[in-house]
């Protein structure tokens, strides 16, 4: 994008907070006051609820927000299927679940002139959209920006983890920048359109079907930490008064369908609520981590979790493993070899991770499926068990994982990607025997 945008990230305004009612207008008298449905709303603007939960739903989980705008979302011809590019969604038969553990290298580059949707690649996932349970994973790779189109996912809320390039989103609700080491969120439904700050960009995303991403409860922790409710940025309105074609594009039961407004739908000029998008620094997790010994189970390092109906058992869990000191006494310091119940979905922001010396790389990523036995490499191992055990900073990364309740079934082109990576197994060889009886 132009220096324009750049310029307009820069320049951003933001209220703070995560599950607050939030309140904005961009144009001073257009947010009704003591009531969300005048007779007439304020400047002749038209109130519409956006409903991100049943209304019915336990007010602690109750997620909706009125926008004030110039015309009623209703207001627009017959959507249309389109190309689904490489979006896919759950439920994934393309092929089979597969234990073994995999591991990909960035995406290609797009081809010239792709935009954020166009570049939207999936790589699999779990559950299924319609039952709104489970989750997806996807990666982006895109040049340019999105220019008169908008997109809004029915299917789901979308967490967006760049690692390449800036991201100027522009939302129903105003205007969020999220560049690699921050994450943006955006709830289900809501309209944007990705604009690139950098020319190019790449990253993730995790496709949530099921119930929205909310801050894990902090138990003996006490009332801080880990990600603070407070350093999370919501947008203020802002609104496009543009007349002449702009296409929508919506994501609904899997498939992608188009309408062509006679406007911009990005036309709110007030709204409140707590159904809002969110962009949020992972620098400022706030990292808690043993300080006398062993290594802690990663949940210590969740930002954000999506619960399921079983108590603890999360939908999607989103976990950051950012910069913190190791101090643990007589312990193996790196993660541990485990198989474990739930799936795990790594991605790389930066550097390196501290279980794999090698391979796994920023924008590439691995996935260890429910059950399947990983843990440090061979070379992590071996440095680890014989490193003299000094107080450590490890701050030569930023990683993240998806951790979910149900297997990841992989894509049709994730399995059988040219960045797939061959032999990765080989990364556990020769870890060699020491037990002598
Ligand atoms: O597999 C991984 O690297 C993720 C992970 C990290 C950790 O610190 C403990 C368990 C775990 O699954
Ligand atoms: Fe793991």
Known sequence: MSGDARKTAEALAYQTGFGNEHGSEAVPGALPQGRNAPQRAPLGLYAEQLSGTAFTEPRAHNRRSWLYRIRPSAAHPEFVRTDNGAVRTAPFTESVADPNR???????????GTDWLAGLWTLGGNGDATQRTGMAVHL????????DRVFSDADGELLIVPERGGLLLRTEFGLLAAGPGEVALIPRGVRFRVELLDGSARGYVCENYGAPFQLPDLGPIGANGLANARDFRAPVAA?????????????FCGNLWTATYDHSPLDVVAWHGNHVPYVYDLRRFNVIGSISYDHPDPSIFTVLTSPSDTPGLAGVDFVVFAPRWLVGEDTFRPPY????????????IEGAYDAKASGFLPGGGSLHNMMSAHGPDRETFDKASAAELVPQRVDDGLAF???????VTATAQAASAGHLQRGYDDVWRGLERHFRG
């Open 401 to 407: 994982m998806f951790e979910t309740r149900w297997p």
């Open 102 to 112: 995999r591991r990909w290298n960035p995406l290609p580059d797009p081809a010239p």
């Open 337 to 348: 070899f485990h198989r474990n119940v739930m799936s795990e979905y790594m991605g790389l």
């Open 140 to 147: 982006y790779a895109a040049d340019s920006s999105m220019t």
């Open 239 to 251: 609104y496009e008064d543009v007349e002449g074609p702009v296409e929508v594009v919506s994501k």
